[in-house]
């Protein structure tokens, strides 16, 4: 099955700094690669996401690349701000599998 | 108001007996997931369930059991065979059928802590 990577583990930056979490899969049949933030007490919820057949992709602060032939995925924030600070999951899924396989989180920490 | 909802929030059990999550949604979502979120080991999945009385096994079901016989309802029973119980558990839900795509959103609840006292 699809085994999901995720580096950093914690990641603590100042606020304005950027944010880099790096993210790794295994199987070659996923072609869908969802981003998900989770804030203290509350559920993930989706903030961007990317297909296998774009290496980018840009949303205000946040963009997310994709390298399929090395099989690695990025998630980079810029100017980070304070809101920012949540657990960050990565996710690798195969299209039309519906069952995403998520990285073990990272934990940001942007500091005022 | 639509969304996903799980009750309760807090949730304590003796050691030995069983206890069901509560997990509602009127999104009209096809399919309905449980995971559960230990310190450092992400989300993984218990069980899922793509249709109406039908559902799968997850990565870690041993202990769980679950039911569909609601499209917007799917609670989860931690039976006493579960040895480590106690973790955050999330439900969530998606679309599958009628959008046409093969890649759909999951949206959670806002999660139960179990505790085994």
Same mark, same amino acid.
């Given at each position: 099955?699809?085994?999901?990577?995720?580096? &950093?583990?914690?990641?603590?930056?100042?606020?304005?700094?950027?944010?880099?979490?790096?993210?790794?899969?295994?199987?070659?049949?996923?072609?869908?690669? &969802?981003?998900?933030?989770?804030?203290?007490?509350?559920? &993930?919820?989706?903030?961007?996401?990317? $297909?296998?057949?774009?290496?980018?992709?840009?949303? @205000? $602060?946040?963009?997310?690349?994709?390298?399929?032939?090395?099989?690695?995925?990025?998630?980079?924030?810029?100017?980070? @701000? *304070?809101?920012?600070?949540?657990?960050?999951?990565?996710?690798?899924?195969?299209?039309?599998?519906?069952? &995403?396989?998520?990285? $073990?989180?990272?934990?940001?920490?942007?500091? *005022? | 108001?639509? %969304?996903?909802?799980?009750?309760?929030?807090?949730?304590?059990?003796?050691? %030995?007996?069983?206890?069901?999550?509560? #997990?509602? /949604?009127?999104?009209?979502?096809?399919?309905?997931?449980?995971?559960?979120?230990?310190?450092?080991? %992400?989300?993984?999945?218990?069980?899922?369930? /793509?249709?109406?009385?039908?559902? /799968?096994?997850?990565?870690?079901?041993?202990?769980?059991?679950?039911?569909?016989?609601?499209?917007?309802?799917?609670?989860? !029973?931690?039976?006493?065979?579960?040895?480590?119980?106690?973790?955050?558990?999330? #439900?969530?839900?998606?679309?599958?059928?009628?959008?046409?795509?093969?890649?759909?959103?999951?949206?959670?609840?806002? %999660? !139960?802590?179990?505790?085994?006292?």
């Amino acid at each position: 099955g699809e085994n999901v990577e995720q580096h &950093p583990s914690t990641l603590s930056v100042q606020e304005g700094d950027s944010a880099v979490i790096k993210c790794t899969y295994s199987d070659s049949a996923s072609n869908y690669f &969802p981003w998900y933030k989770q804030e203290l007490g509350k559920g &993930p919820q989706l903030i961007i996401d990317i $297909r296998s057949n774009v290496g980018e992709k840009k949303d @205000q $602060r946040i963009a997310v690349t994709l390298n399929k032939t090395a099989k690695h995925f990025s998630l980079h924030i810029t100017e980070t @701000q *304070p809101e920012d600070s949540a657990v960050y999951f990565c996710a690798a899924e195969a299209g039309g599998s519906y069952i &995403p396989t998520f990285g $073990r989180g990272t934990s940001l920490i942007v500091h *005022p | 108001d639509g %969304g996903i909802t799980q009750s309760p929030k807090y949730l304590f059990r003796k050691e %030995g007996q069983n206890v069901t999550l509560s #997990c509602e /949604q009127n999104l009209n979502h096809d399919a309905m997931y449980w995971y559960r979120q230990d310190p450092g080991q %992400g989300l993984r999945l218990i069980y899922y369930s /793509q249709i109406v009385n039908d559902f /799968q096994k997850g990565d870690i079901a041993e202990g769980y059991s679950v039911s569909r016989e609601k499209k917007e309802s799917f609670p989860l !029973t931690v039976t006493s065979a579960q040895k480590n119980p106690t973790a955050f558990y999330l #439900c969530a839900s998606s679309i599958i059928f009628g959008t046409g795509s093969s890649y759909n959103e999951q949206f959670f609840g806002p %999660g !139960t802590r179990l505790t085994v006292l």
